[in-house]
Protein backbone atom coordinates (compact mmCIF):
# COMPACT_ATOMS: atom_id res chain seq x y z
CA UNK A 1 0.00 0.00 0.00
CA UNK A 2 0.93 3.92 -0.20
CA UNK A 3 1.50 4.27 3.70
CA UNK A 4 1.10 2.72 6.86
CA UNK A 5 -2.05 1.08 7.68
CA UNK A 6 -3.41 -0.31 11.18
CA UNK A 7 -6.42 -2.62 12.37
CA UNK A 8 -8.44 -2.11 13.34
CA UNK A 9 -9.35 1.36 13.81
CA UNK A 10 -11.30 1.18 16.93
CA UNK A 11 -11.31 -1.09 19.31
CA UNK A 12 -13.58 -1.80 22.35
CA UNK A 13 -12.61 -4.15 25.05
CA UNK A 14 -14.14 -5.56 28.64
CA UNK A 15 -11.59 -4.96 31.18
CA UNK A 16 -9.54 -8.26 31.63
CA UNK A 17 -9.84 -9.10 27.54
CA UNK A 18 -7.06 -9.53 25.15
CA UNK A 19 -6.66 -7.49 22.23
CA UNK A 20 -4.35 -7.39 18.96
CA UNK A 21 -3.43 -4.79 17.42
CA UNK A 22 -1.96 -4.93 13.96
CA UNK A 23 0.44 -2.57 11.92
CA UNK A 24 1.39 -2.82 7.88
CA UNK A 25 4.14 -0.82 7.05
CA UNK A 26 5.20 0.62 4.18
CA UNK A 27 6.61 -2.15 2.13
CA UNK A 28 10.70 -2.25 1.97
CA UNK A 29 10.64 -0.01 5.85
CA UNK A 30 13.24 -1.90 8.20
CA UNK A 31 12.30 0.29 10.93
CA UNK A 32 8.96 -0.41 12.66
CA UNK A 33 7.82 1.77 16.06
CA UNK A 34 4.91 1.35 18.01
CA UNK A 35 3.68 4.30 20.12
CA UNK A 36 0.94 5.02 22.36
CA UNK A 37 -0.66 8.19 22.98
CA UNK A 38 -2.90 8.76 25.80
CA UNK A 39 -6.13 11.76 25.54
CA UNK A 40 -4.32 15.16 25.52
CA UNK A 41 -0.78 13.78 25.41
CA UNK A 42 1.89 13.91 23.18
CA UNK A 43 2.89 10.18 21.80
CA UNK A 44 5.30 7.85 23.98
CA UNK A 45 7.61 5.35 22.83
CA UNK A 46 6.83 1.63 23.03
CA UNK A 47 9.21 -0.69 21.33
CA UNK A 48 10.81 -0.93 17.81
CA UNK A 49 12.02 -3.64 15.31
CA UNK A 50 14.80 -3.52 13.23
CA UNK A 51 13.29 -5.86 10.32
CA UNK A 52 12.32 -9.12 12.92
CA UNK A 53 14.64 -8.02 15.52
CA UNK A 54 13.19 -6.22 18.70
CA UNK A 55 15.74 -3.80 19.52
CA UNK A 56 13.86 -1.67 22.14
CA UNK A 57 11.24 -2.63 24.52
CA UNK A 58 11.92 -0.25 27.10
CA UNK A 59 8.59 1.90 26.63
CA UNK A 60 6.71 -1.13 27.34
CA UNK A 61 4.50 -0.77 30.36
CA UNK A 62 4.23 -4.08 31.58
CA UNK A 63 4.05 -7.41 30.95
CA UNK A 64 0.93 -7.52 29.51
CA UNK A 65 2.05 -5.66 26.40
CA UNK A 66 3.91 -8.17 24.06
CA UNK A 67 4.56 -7.03 20.29
CA UNK A 68 6.37 -9.16 17.39
CA UNK A 69 7.13 -8.84 13.96
CA UNK A 70 7.97 -12.60 12.72
CA UNK A 71 8.76 -12.09 8.71
CA UNK A 72 10.00 -8.47 8.94
CA UNK A 73 6.72 -6.83 7.56
CA UNK A 74 3.43 -6.47 9.57
CA UNK A 75 3.77 -6.26 13.17
CA UNK A 76 0.90 -6.83 16.05
CA UNK A 77 0.83 -5.37 18.96
CA UNK A 78 -0.48 -7.50 21.88
CA UNK A 79 -2.07 -6.55 25.33
CA UNK A 80 -3.17 -9.28 27.54
CA UNK A 81 -5.69 -8.69 30.46
CA UNK A 82 -6.49 -4.89 29.50
CA UNK A 83 -6.98 -2.20 32.01
CA UNK A 84 -8.70 0.70 31.90
CA UNK A 85 -5.24 2.82 32.39
CA UNK A 86 -4.33 1.09 28.70
CA UNK A 87 -7.09 3.00 26.81
CA UNK A 88 -5.33 5.13 24.46
CA UNK A 89 -4.39 5.53 20.69
CA UNK A 90 -1.89 2.90 19.49
CA UNK A 91 0.41 4.30 17.02
CA UNK A 92 2.45 2.83 14.41
CA UNK A 93 4.99 4.11 12.66
CA UNK A 94 7.60 2.90 9.86
CA UNK A 95 10.87 4.34 8.44
CA UNK A 96 13.84 3.43 6.13
CA UNK A 97 16.76 3.33 8.44
CA UNK A 98 16.61 6.21 10.74
CA UNK A 99 15.13 9.02 8.31
CA UNK A 100 12.06 9.86 8.40
CA UNK A 101 8.81 8.04 10.07
CA UNK A 102 5.61 7.79 8.65
CA UNK A 103 2.58 7.26 11.05
CA UNK A 104 -0.67 4.60 10.45
CA UNK A 105 -3.52 6.25 11.77
CA UNK A 106 -4.04 4.66 14.74
CA UNK A 107 -6.08 2.27 16.91
CA UNK A 108 -8.16 3.40 19.40
CA UNK A 109 -8.74 1.22 21.86
CA UNK A 110 -11.15 2.08 24.91
CA UNK A 111 -10.83 -0.37 27.87
CA UNK A 112 -14.74 -0.40 29.81
CA UNK B 1 10.40 17.91 33.77
CA UNK B 2 9.62 16.72 30.43
CA UNK B 3 12.57 15.80 27.64
CA UNK B 4 10.55 18.52 25.32
CA UNK B 5 8.43 21.41 26.18
CA UNK B 6 5.90 23.11 24.01
CA UNK B 7 4.70 26.47 23.89
CA UNK B 8 2.52 27.17 23.95
CA UNK B 9 -0.15 24.60 24.32
CA UNK B 10 -2.92 26.27 23.06
CA UNK B 11 -3.32 28.74 20.27
CA UNK B 12 -6.27 30.29 18.94
CA UNK B 13 -5.39 32.98 15.68
CA UNK B 14 -7.11 34.59 13.08
CA UNK B 15 -7.02 34.07 9.31
CA UNK B 16 -3.82 35.87 7.81
CA UNK B 17 -1.39 35.97 11.37
CA UNK B 18 1.79 35.16 11.74
CA UNK B 19 1.92 32.09 13.96
CA UNK B 20 4.93 30.62 16.10
CA UNK B 21 5.13 27.63 18.08
CA UNK B 22 8.39 26.58 20.36
CA UNK B 23 9.88 23.83 21.27
CA UNK B 24 12.81 23.53 23.49
CA UNK B 25 14.78 20.12 24.25
CA UNK B 26 16.76 18.64 26.87
CA UNK B 27 18.63 15.98 25.48
CA UNK B 28 21.33 15.65 22.62
CA UNK B 29 19.96 15.19 19.81
CA UNK B 30 20.51 13.72 16.27
CA UNK B 31 16.73 15.05 14.72
CA UNK B 32 14.21 16.76 15.56
CA UNK B 33 11.01 16.73 13.91
CA UNK B 34 7.72 18.66 13.65
CA UNK B 35 4.82 17.19 13.35
CA UNK B 36 0.85 17.59 12.01
CA UNK B 37 -2.01 15.99 14.36
CA UNK B 38 -5.75 15.84 12.97
CA UNK B 39 -8.88 15.22 14.89
CA UNK B 40 -8.91 11.39 14.35
CA UNK B 41 -5.26 10.63 15.37
CA UNK B 42 -3.27 10.52 11.99
CA UNK B 43 -0.15 12.38 12.15
CA UNK B 44 1.81 13.55 9.15
CA UNK B 45 5.52 14.29 9.23
CA UNK B 46 6.29 18.23 8.30
CA UNK B 47 9.93 18.42 8.36
CA UNK B 48 12.99 16.45 10.40
CA UNK B 49 16.06 18.85 10.63
CA UNK B 50 19.12 18.61 12.52
CA UNK B 51 20.14 22.17 11.73
CA UNK B 52 19.61 25.67 10.25
CA UNK B 53 16.23 26.14 8.53
CA UNK B 54 13.57 24.20 6.53
CA UNK B 55 10.69 25.77 4.37
CA UNK B 56 7.99 24.17 2.66
CA UNK B 57 5.15 26.60 1.45
CA UNK B 58 3.74 28.27 4.63
CA UNK B 59 5.23 26.52 6.81
CA UNK B 60 9.48 27.44 8.22
CA UNK B 61 11.19 25.35 10.60
CA UNK B 62 14.29 26.34 12.28
CA UNK B 63 16.76 25.24 14.86
CA UNK B 64 19.70 26.18 17.44
CA UNK B 65 21.55 23.27 18.45
CA UNK B 66 23.25 25.01 20.68
CA UNK B 67 20.40 26.81 22.69
CA UNK B 68 18.03 23.44 22.25
CA UNK B 69 15.23 25.17 20.54
CA UNK B 70 13.29 24.99 17.34
CA UNK B 71 10.48 27.17 16.29
CA UNK B 72 7.61 26.62 14.01
CA UNK B 73 6.16 29.73 12.01
CA UNK B 74 3.11 29.53 9.70
CA UNK B 75 2.69 32.13 6.94
CA UNK B 76 -0.71 33.78 6.65
CA UNK B 77 -2.60 31.25 8.25
CA UNK B 78 -5.38 29.38 7.13
CA UNK B 79 -8.26 27.72 8.98
CA UNK B 80 -7.57 24.68 7.18
CA UNK B 81 -3.85 24.80 9.59
CA UNK B 82 -6.04 23.85 12.80
CA UNK B 83 -4.36 21.29 14.44
CA UNK B 84 -2.21 19.87 16.79
CA UNK B 85 1.64 20.46 16.19
CA UNK B 86 4.19 18.36 17.84
CA UNK B 87 7.71 18.56 18.26
CA UNK B 88 9.65 15.38 18.45
CA UNK B 89 13.15 14.48 19.22
CA UNK B 90 15.45 12.01 18.04
CA UNK B 91 17.84 11.37 20.61
CA UNK B 92 21.55 11.06 19.90
CA UNK B 93 21.68 7.47 22.62
CA UNK B 94 17.98 6.05 20.78
CA UNK B 95 17.90 3.56 18.42
CA UNK B 96 15.66 5.78 16.29
CA UNK B 97 12.69 6.22 18.29
CA UNK B 98 11.12 9.65 19.06
CA UNK B 99 10.37 11.52 22.22
CA UNK B 100 7.24 13.82 22.15
CA UNK B 101 6.17 17.08 23.01
CA UNK B 102 2.62 17.13 24.49
CA UNK B 103 1.94 19.15 20.97
CA UNK B 104 0.32 22.99 20.35
CA UNK B 105 -3.42 22.52 19.55
CA UNK B 106 -3.85 25.26 17.05
CA UNK B 107 -6.76 26.82 16.07
CA UNK B 108 -7.65 29.63 13.34
CA UNK B 109 -10.24 31.09 12.64
CA UNK B 110 -12.20 32.92 9.84
Known amino acids: GAGVSQSPRYKVAKRGQDVALRCDPISGHVSLFWYQQALGQGPEFLTYFQNEAQLDKSGLPSDRFFAERPEGSVSTLKIQRTQQEDSAVYLC???FGRGEQFFGPGTRLTVL | KNEVEQSPQNLTAQEGEFITINCSYS?????LHWLQQHPGGGIVSLFMLSSGKKKHGRLIATINIQEKHSSLHITASHPRDSAVYICAVRSGRSQGNLIFGKGTKLSVKP
Open chain 1, 93 to 95: ASS
Open chain 2, 27 to 31: VGISA
